[in-house]
């Protein structure tokens, strides 16, 4: 019998923002992520990845599973791997906060620490991690998960935008987010789209890393996006817009979040939401613009946000 946590994966709330948003802009609406079971929407695509990797025979039950993660993956990883019969193996960094590390474990994970320089959040510290995963997965009796590939991660965001359909009666305006993969966000447009909205579709990222406005790397401690110039699973087409925002203010947002709406949440959801209330500004009155609390402030408690 599996473990019952699969079935409580999905159907979060979406709540409207009050307190910070200013007076005339459009309406905000957050994707509470943190109420999956490991507290991230990475739940969602941990179950897509494994499940259909399991009835298509990549892996079978006993065997290890591989990915590269800051931890939000990882964590959801170890859980639904724990929960159908898999082992599993976490190339992480010490530039991602501690408590990922311990929640990965506690779900039975094995981690492995990639050093990062000075704590910081590099395109060359993720191409070592990913290295290292690769070298792992080519061991006999190990599956590579492939956050960034397998086309079952975009598809595991399906049921995410038939929600917010739903929770809306249809009536979105504007989808952003940060991507990391960009399979959150692309899955959760498709899901909208099957469903027969069909917003636009704004992409956010720090202002320390403008990869996606200007091809430049940078450092950066917003844990989960800005990695890859090209995020695989983000289709440039379909993108409107692209706008940066400093993350510096992306920290600030989740203190106020915490204190003024009572929404607990990461840098990246930080992040979210100014680059939501920027186009709510923008949009003005009679709109509505949508965005995702990816994951819970539990797992910063550690870091620096909080502190």
Request: proline share 6%; glycine share 14%.
């Amino acid at each position: 019998m599996i473990g019952a946590g699969l079935a409580a994966i999905g159907n979060t709330p979406l709540v409207r923002l009050g307190r910070v948003v200013p007076d005339g802009a459009a309406e905000v609406w957050v994707k509470l992520e943190g109420g999956n079971p490991t507290g991230s929407y990475k739940d969602r695509m941990a179950r897509s990845v494994l499940t259909a990797a399991l009835e298509q025979g990549a892996v079978r039950p006993g065997e290890r599973v591989v990915e590269f993660t800051g931890g939000s993956t990882g964590t959801a990883l170890a859980f639904v791997a724990g929960v159908v019969g898999l082992e599993f193996t976490a190339v992480f960094s010490d530039a991602f906060s501690a408590s990922k590390r311990q929640a990965m474990e506690a779900f039975g994970a094995t981690v492995l620490v990639e050093p990062s320089v000075d704590g910081q959040i590099t395109s060359e510290l993720a191409g070592r991690m990913r290295d290292r995963a690769l070298a792992l997965a080519e061991q006999p009796g190990h599956f590579y998960a492939d956050q960034f590939g397998s086309p079952d991660v975009r598809a595991g965001y399906h049921p995410m935008g038939a929600e917010i359909a739903e929770q809306t009666s249809g009536d979105v305006d504007v989808l952003c987010a940060a991507p990391g993969s960009g399979g959150a966000l692309m899955g959760t447009l498709d899901g909208l789209q099957q469903a027969g909205v069909s917003p636009r579709l704004v992409a956010l990222e720090p202002a320390e890393s403008p990869l996606l406005s200007t091809g430049a790397p940078g450092a950066h401690e917003v844990e989960g996006v800005a990695v890859f110039p090209d995020p695989p699973f983000l289709d440039r087409a379909v993108v409107t817009e692209v706008r940066t925002v400093a993350q510096a203010r992306a920290f600030d947002m989740c203190r106020r979040l915490a204190r003024e709406e009572g929404v607990f949440g990461g840098g990246s959801t930080g992040l979210n939401v100014c680059g939501a209330i920027d186009l709510a500004v923008d949009l003005g009155p009679g709109h509505r613009v949508v965005t995702f609390g990816c994951d819970s402030g539990l797992k910063y408690l550690g870091g620096h946000i909080y502190s």
